[in-house]
């Protein structure tokens, strides 16, 4: 495998850098891979969006930063509408389904794929669990990194008494995401 | 509440185990049954008259609204323990659930009444609840350790408040879970750091 | 000697390299820091506050970056291994007391996260632009090594490292991080404590009346150490002094002194090489980069080697002492020197003057605020293969 550059961005508070994070634990303590995570300053967390860049390579990773993801995940419409001009060609977006339109901005040949995390985490119980949602979406989509490594990272990752309600949130993303694999 | 999570065979210290299971409304002879048969004095500590038909039918309701989650725990074909959760969908105590438990005589200091506990502050959790309240007497030492353990912490005293049969009064205890605080971790680390510039 | 397990947190982590330079030190025995907050070096004296109730230890927020560069001194003659934590324009505010550290030989780890200056430049951007700094930038003539991470892996090994240096050479020992390392989360392994080598003070056996504070011999011109409450009575100072410690601001003294404290480097530069190597051998270009540049060098060199060219890279892991000799021999088979810095071309000079005009030399500068391109490297790369 390559390297995947893959972009998270969101408004702050909905957990963007967690959200890489638990990307990159996956794959770096959990899956055999290399990650780096670097978390935006400067102009690019401008406004109220924020953003976690998280490169999954094989080998070492030469060049930290991802300036063309091949996969964005995006939680906010300010997020959609700052990357997709970045977004590789044949790239994918995944994004929330009810906070972002995706509305005809999509550049050639990329394929863009919604689920309703909001609604999912309201479900469960918790709306602050939509980004462990979209993590676990990410997950069943690309098939980038077993479910096993992602469902250890989240564990790592979250604060004791919330695991049962996030691995159920990773685990309703995952299937979700399973159905739209390609 | 999760199906998955029961039946639940739960080993107590003493080598013995149970089943816990959710309360169905064809258990209600059973429990008023496993009720009758507790000592008269920590009959008084239960706060409803429980043996009643009255309650019976009212506790049936409230199941079935979700205002009132029970767990038993069975040993054999016997109900030798029951918690349950009372939480309201109105009002201004909306986001509190309280928790009362009860072990048979034969069936304690063996981790039964803690097993109990810990399955309804979980459910508890899992429903949304922000703060779990449990009302014990000062002297029932063994319960505010077995809370304590649980992350309790002593909320409020309410001094010379429960009498016993004998007239002699002592304080009650109100003991509380703030699960909010565990999902204020949550939202703690959800926090995306803010840009600062500058030294 | 082994680590002590309480400042140890063996595991595999998935943290930056700022905590994980927090950890390197704690694993290595520092349990004084005294601090000043700057961008973006504060997570590391953050953590270690954090850290100290459980693991034992100091940490006092001072005025400002003067008053802590000379507090930890202070804890040094108490007994304690200390670290130092700043960026660019806290370092030029340390400055003398870098000196100072120099001349009373007194051992310390200084961490600067370098940041885009000058002045106070870019806070979140990253550079390498104190190189010079932190060799020249006190006045007076002195000595000190400094290493150059590239992870946050690196962080935490390095940080043993130089706290392992500081106790051996007694000269202040630099770890020249950047805000991308120190900001950038990976793979963190720390071992256990029996698995990391820490390097003891080099206490003194002689008795009070027997021992002198800077007695040395041909042999071995690091003098042996006390601490403040053990019963010795000794005199350190700033100025040119003598083996007792007391001044001796005479022409000769100073010749022997300052001597023997840039001799301690300089005569064992060949002990303090460290330059990590890959194809140098028959390669026409030779890559020289430190850092977080080296890592982008890493990719711009493969691709220069997809297309055709012999290009080596040679990682300085140990930039001061210079590795003045290894370049030398280089120079003898490479044709040209490609050096790409986070900074308008410092090291470049060193690899100039050591290569002596054998070979081309040729900067790839960078003002700071961001890492190369790949494609910047590359290019220069194959301009001169040509």
């Known amino acids: 495998m390559a390297k995947t550059e893959i972009r998270v961005g969101g408004l702050g508070g909905q957990g963007v850098i967690l959200c890489g994070s638990i990307i990159g634990k996956a794959a770096a303590i959990h899956g055999g891979k290399h990650a780096t995570l670097i978390q935006a300053f400067g102009p690019e967390a401008r406004g109220s969006a924020c953003s976690a860049q998280v490169t999954v390579s094989d080998d070492v990773i030469g060049y930290p930063y991802v300036k063309n993801p091949d996969i964005l995940v995006l939680m906010s419409q300010d997020a959609f509408n700052q990357f997709i001009p970045q977004l590789k060609p044949g790239g994918m977006v995944l994004y929330e389904a009810e906070l972002v339109k995706p509305d005809g901005k999509l550049p050639e040949g990329v394929r863009a794929m919604g689920v309703p995390a909001t609604r999912f985490a309201e479900e469960l119980g918790r709306r602050l669990v939509l980004n462990i949602v979209m993590v676990g979406f990410f997950a069943g989509v690309t098939g980038l990194l077993p479910f096993e490594a992602v469902e250890k990272a989240v564990l790592d990752s979250v604060p004791r008494g919330t695991e049962e309600l996030n691995l159920k949130a990773l685990k309703k993303g995952y299937d979700f995401g399973r159905e739209q694999a390609v | 509440m999760g199906p998955e999570s029961f039946p639940q065979n739960i080993h107590l210290r003493d080598g013995s185990s149970a089943t816990l299971l959710p309360l169905k409304p064809g258990d209600m002879d059973a429990l008023q049954a496993f009720y009758r048969n507790l000592p008269e004095e920590e009959r008084l500590v239960l706060k409803d008259d429980v043996a009643s038909p009255q309650w019976a039918k009212s506790f049936h309701q409230r199941l079935e609204t979700g205002e009132v989650i029970s767990l038993i725990a069975m040993a054999g074909d016997r109900i030798v323990g029951e918690g349950t959760l009372y939480r309201t969908f109105r009002g201004w105590t909306r986001h509190v659930g309280e928790i009362r438990i009860c072990c048979h005589q034969d069936y304690r200091r063996r981790g039964l009444g803690t097993s109990l506990a810990a399955n309804l502050v979980k459910l508890a959790t899992d429903l949304g609840i922000e703060k779990i309240i449990v009302q014990v007497v000062a002297n029932q030492l063994g319960a505010r350790k077995v809370f304590e353990k649980l992350g309790f912490h002593k909320d409020a005293v309410l001094p010379h408040h429960v009498m016993d049969l004998a007239g002699t009064k002592r304080d009650l205890i109100v003991m509380a879970n703030d699960v909010s605080q565990i999902w204020a971790a949550m939202e703690a680390i959800n926090q995306d750091t803010p840009l600062h510039m500058g030294d | ?386």
């Open chain 3, 1 to 386: 000697m082994h680590a002590d397990p309480k400042g140890v947190l063996t595991g595999v982590h998935f943290i930056d390299g700022d905590h994980a330079a927090c950890e390197g030190a704690l694993a290595a025995g520092c349990r004084f820091v005294a601090g000043y907050p700057i961008t973006p070096s504060t997570e590391i004296v953050e953590r270690f506050a954090h850290r100290i109730p459980k693991v034992g230890g100091v940490f006092i927020q001072m005025e400002d970056e003067l008053a802590a560069s000379i507090a930890i001194q202070g804890a040094v003659w108490g007994g304690q291994k200390v670290m130092n934590v700043t960026s660019g324009p806290g370092l030029s505010l340390m400055m003398e007391h870098l000196g100072y550290a120099f001349i009373t030989e007194t051992p310390c780890v200084w961490i600067d996260v370098q940041r885009c200056g000058p002045s106070t430049g870019m806070p979140t951007g990253p550079a390498q632009h104190d190189m010079m700094q932190v060799k020249w930038g006190s006045h007076g003539d002195f000595q000190i090594i400094a290493l150059c991470p590239n992870s946050p892996q690196e962080c935490f090994d390095f940080t043993i490292r130089a706290f392992n240096m500081a106790e051996t050479w007694r000269v202040p020992v630099f770890l020249m991080m950047d805000e991308v390392v120190g900001h950038m989360t990976e793979r963190v392994d720390i071992p256990e404590a029996s698995e990391i080598e820490v390097v003891e003070r080099k206490w003194t056996k002689k008795k009070p009346g027997e021992y002198k504070v800077y007695e040395t011999t041909p042999e071995d011109p690091v003098p042996e150490m006390v601490k403040a409450g053990d019963g010795y009575r000794i005199h350190v100072t700033g100025l040119t002094h003598n083996e007792k410690g007391y001044p001796d601001m005479t022409v000769p003294n100073q010749e022997r002194m300052l001597g023997r404290l840039i001799g301690k480097i300089t005569q064992n530069a060949h002990k303090l090489v460290d330059v990590r190597e890959d194809g140098v051998e028959g390669a026409d270009v030779v890559v020289v980069s430190y850092g977080i540049t080296s890592r982008v060098a890493m990719a711009a060199v493969e691709q220069a080697r997809a297309k055709g060219a012999k290009v080596g890279s040679a990682r300085l892991v140990i930039a001061w002492p210079f590795p003045a000799e290894r370049m030398k021999e280089i120079a003898r088979t490479a044709k040209v020197f490609v050096v790409p810095e986070m900074n308008m071309g410092q090291m470049v000079q060193e690899v100039e003057r050591a290569v002596a005009g054998a070979a081309k030399v040729v900067s790839v500068p960078h003002a700071g605020g961001s890492v190369h391109e790949v494609d910047t490297i590359l290019n220069a790369i194959m301009e001169a293969a040509r």
